[in-house]
Structure formats: C-alpha cells, structure tokens
C-alpha cells in the first residue's frame, strides 16, 4: 500500500509539474496556427489544457466549449464536459466526433507531433503560450477575437491587468527578501526568473535564490537551497502526503526562513494555471512575504 501511494503521489506531483512547468527552456513558434483576418467566429471549442478551459470561460466563451481534457475542472461548468484525453494524450476519434472548429492547444504542454495530426486531419487548431504575466490578459483578449465575444473578454482583461498593476504598485517599495519557491519536494523543483511564477515572485518583492538559473525551471538539490539560505520558504506541493511539504526543514534550524518560522503554503491550484486565479495565488505569495517581513523587523531572524 505505501508503494501504491508513492507511485499515486509521484503521478500527481508529475502533473502538477507539467501544467506549470513544461518547458524548461522558452518554446520556440508553432507554425500553422489560424490567425487568418476575417475567418469565421468558433461556436464549438476543444480546449487541450485545463487552464485554457478557464481562460475560454474567462473571455465568456464557455457556452462554446464542448469539450476538455482530464483535470479540468475549473470553473465547475466544465466538470460537465465530455473529456477527450489528457494534455499529452489525444483521443482523436472523440475529438473527431464533436466535429470541433476550433481546438486551443499549449504550445508547450501538449506534444507536438499531437497538434500536427490534429491539422492533418483538418482541425483548426491554435496554439497559446503565457511568455509573462501580462500575457494573460493578452490571451484573453485573442480567445475573444477567436469565439467573438470580444467585449466581453477585453473587459476581463480589463480587469485582470488592473489587479496586476495594482499588484505591481502595491509591492513596489517592499523590503526584498530572499525566497525559495518549492513547487515539488522530491525532488526540489522550482522556477527561475524567466517563469511566470518568478515573475510573480519579483513582483512581491521576493528575490529568488535561483532566479539566475538558465531556462524557466530548475531540479535543485537541498545542499543548494542551505547554502543559498533563504529568509522565506514558500511551497506548492499538490495532495503532499506525510506531515506535508514545509515539515523536513524543521532539521534545518539555522537557515534564515526555519528560525523566523517564515515557511508557507498556498494552493497549488491557484498557482498551477496560467489563467486569471493566479493573480489570487500571487496575492497570496505577497501576503506571506509581507508576513515574513513582520518577523524578521520583529526579532525573529
């Protein structure tokens, strides 16, 4: 039984790392996507990613979603919807079936040897990829123009990057700290600056340890993480079994975050998707830093 929970645990952290981490260097152009001025509005929409199943409800285009992928299940309309595989595995007679006109794919979550046969079987497909935070907004915006919902969509993201300024301005003047984002604890997985979770982090007013790192995440090793010595450990681990994911370093009390007791958590789920609900994990993250400078100003480093 404790082998079939490893082997469970191990599945879902390798999910969760592949919803937000699936390249670890910047995805290079996907030729072929239908960007062509003037065609025709899509009315029934597959979507290959659970986020962009969020962001096509987001740019009030839900009502022409007729199917997803496995774990999409935010918001709880698409619960509904018939599934069509997983992010990495198509099930092309489904698809087929549904007689979709437009699939929206991740350009660098879903294979792409899996979009090229979608095109070959003559399916519209587009591709989308979060290069920053802003973009976001800019994806809404594109999947309004794609279903035509337009007005709609250009007011979320309206609103998405007006929380995000507000962010933005909020942190500004904040007493950086040095932080180490734990997305997974076996191995340690986390993000460099280039990722859009780093730049949430900046954005807080949180200096990453291993920022600098090449590519957009990094496997790193717990000798790495003492030597850095963060002021705040700040993890995402999704379903952690055991005392959960913050516990082990409590054998580390001479690094900076254990002796101010600056180690935190935040939903997995707020921040495993490139949609608008990151902004509430991001929101979450500053709070913590926020926390953590309380501590420190306070005696506890």
Do not use: K
Not at 61 to 77: E, H
Not at 204 to 214: K, T, V
Not at 238 to 264: D, I, K, S, T
Request: proline share 8%; hydrophobic share 50%.
């Amino acid at each position: 039984m404790r082998r079939l929970a490893g082997c469970r645990r191990a599945l879902l952290a390798g999910l969760l790392c592949s919803w937000l981490l699936a390249a670890c260097t910047p995805p290079a152009p996907v030729a072929g996507d239908d960007a062509t001025p003037g065609t025709p509005v899509a009315s029934r929409i597959i979507t290959l990613s659970p986020h962009l199943a969020e962001l096509v409800f987001a740019a009030g285009a839900g009502d022409r979603l007729v199917a997803a992928v496995a774990f999409s299940d935010y918001p709880p309309a698409v619960r509904e919807l018939p599934q069509v595989g997983d992010a990495f595995r198509v099930d092309y007679e489904a698809v087929m079936a549904l007689q979709p006109d437009l699939l929206l794919a991740w350009t660098s979550g879903n294979p792409p040897e899996t979009l090229e046969r979608l095109r070959r079987l003559g399916l519209r497909v587009v591709a989308l990829e979060p290069a920053d935070l802003a973009d976001i907004g800019r994806q809404l915006v594109r999947i309004g123009e794609l279903a035509g919902t337009q007005p709609r969509a250009v007011a979320a993201a309206a609103r998405y990057q007006a929380r995000l300024d507000a962010l933005t301005a909020r942190a500004a003047a904040a007493v950086p700290l040095s932080a180490f984002l734990q997305l997974s604890e076996r191995p340690y997985y986390t993000v460099t600056d280039r990722h859009f979770l780093g730049q949430g982090l900046q954005l807080c007013g949180g200096r990453n340890i291993f920022g600098a790192l090449p590519g957009l995440t990094a496997i790193v090793s717990v000798e790495s993480i003492l030597d850095a010595a963060p002021e705040v450990i700040i993890a995402s681990d999704m379903h952690a079994a055991g005392p959960g994911p913050l516990a082990g370093w409590q054998a580390w009390p001479v690094l900076p975050a254990v002796r101010a007791g600056n180690l935190f958590m935040v939903d997995a789920d707020l921040l495993a998707r490139p949609g608008p609900r990151l902004l509430d994990g991001i929101e979450a993250i500053c709070a913590q830093l926020d926390a953590a400078r309380t501590r420190l100003q306070a005696g506890g480093g």
